[in-house]
């Protein structure tokens, strides 16, 4: 078992639509859940970082935590052909940085 | 503020050969990050630095990988002899400390023939 899975994918969506990205994790221990966006060629963005339970929204983008079920989510609401990228669940545990293999996302306008 | 800064950002060499990277990571950043990322891959954490000391370098092929951040601020990472399956993008982050966000590089892409 890896130590961050996300959805394989692809994840295509119209243009308009809300985009669910899922990822767990195996480390009780984890302190720091982050997402990243990267565009084919380029290095990893920071979206959105999130460290205790519960939703937190900034702008289209809402990220959820879940410590009990370690599921951390991507929301993306009013999807972008621009939005089309891979997305990249990481997880910081003491003394340890993991990400997840990426779920790549089309967004068809 | 400027961000994170790497070089090369492309190199070709041959197996066996050896060949080297530079960071320079967000002044006042004190966690330094070295990750390899195959395609279609996400990025595997090589090592962490905190300051000048390592973190975690359990997943460093320590056979022909080595690194060092000197002084607590840039750092370098070498692989020596290159092997084929090397080929990658050698990506660099930091963070003000380990909880927090990473900035990366924009990364060296390694084509070892």
């Known amino acids: 078992q890896k130590e961050v899975e996300q959805n394989s994918g692809p994840l295509s969506v119209p243009e308009g639509a809300i985009a669910s990205l899922n990822c767990t994790y195996s480390?009780?221990?984890?302190?720091?859940f982050f997402w990243y966006r990267q565009y084919s060629g380029k290095s990893p963005e920071l979206i959105m970082s999130?460290?205790?339970?519960g939703d937190k929204e900034d702008g289209r983008f809402t990220a959820q935590l879940n410590k009990a079920s370690q599921y951390v989510s991507l929301l993306i609401r009013d999807s972008q052909p621009s939005d089309s990228a891979t997305y990249l669940c990481a997880v910081i545990s003491p003394g340890k940085s993991t990400f997840g293999d990426g779920t790549t996302l089309t967004v068809k306008p | 503020e400027a961000g994170v800064a790497q070089s090369p950002r492309y190199k070709i060499i041959e197996k066996r050969q050896s060949v080297a990277f530079w960071c320079n990571p967000i002044?006042?950043?004190?966690?330094l990050y070295w990750y390899q990322q195959i395609l279609g891959q996400g990025p595997k954490l090589l090592i962490q630095?905190?300051?000048?000391?390592?973190?975690?370098d359990s997943q460093l092929p320590k056979d022909r990988f080595s690194a060092e951040r000197l002084k607590g601020v840039d750092s370098t990472l070498k692989i020596q002899p290159a092997k084929l399956e090397d080929s990658a993008v050698y990506l660099c982050a930091s963070s003000f400390s380990v909880r927090d966000e990473q900035f990366f590089g924009p990364g060296t892409r390694l084509t070892v023939l």
């Open positions: 480390d009780r221990g984890s302190q720091s």
């Open positions: 999130i460290y205790s339970n």
């Open positions: 630095f905190q300051n000048n000391g390592v973190v975690d």
């Open positions: 002044s006042g950043h004190a966690t």
